[in-house]
């Protein structure tokens, strides 16, 4: 799946974040340990793919693919805490409106192919499920995930090279009971 072009969906179509979305090695970087975004903000890290069984029949080959990624949303909580919200239960009142503006970003949209692949998913990206990732008294780390189904095929395996056309040969012969026709040509390119 192309996460850089889900970056840019989000970038673009999720105003809440302000263009502050990242990808997973900025979020390996030590995201929970420092805050280098002003907050809301949001990285998309890679998750796991599941294969089906090949399904093409004939000597072909098919194979449904489900591709997954997080968006890792951190909240700020600093703010709230700082005003006596000792349990940080503050963070809690932007959870729903944070999760409407990234389903509206994402849900049903079908990411773009990277450069030279083609697109195979019919359908666009759906939600899987969410979960606490961690949290502070400054901030909170919440993660929503989604896949999409896409297909793989021969034109995506390896493929079997000939070797250069040097040229052709062609020789056509007139039908028995008809006077003798030979054409013969011979191409070199």
Known sequence: MNLAAVIQQLRDHAPVFGGRVAGAADYAKGVAEQVWMALPAAYVVPE???PGQQTATGGGFNQDVTEAFG???VFDNSTATAAGDRRGQ???HGYDAMRR???RALLNWRPPPSDGDVLRAAQGLYYTGGELVGYDRARLFYQWNFALDTLISDADGWQDTLPDLDGVDITVDGPADAPEVVASIDTTL
Do not use: K, P, R
Request: no cysteine.
């Open 48 to 50: 796991d793919e599941d």
């Open 71 to 73: 968006l890792i949303v």
């Open 90 to 92: 503050t963070v809690t």
């Open 101 to 103: 503006a990234v389903f």
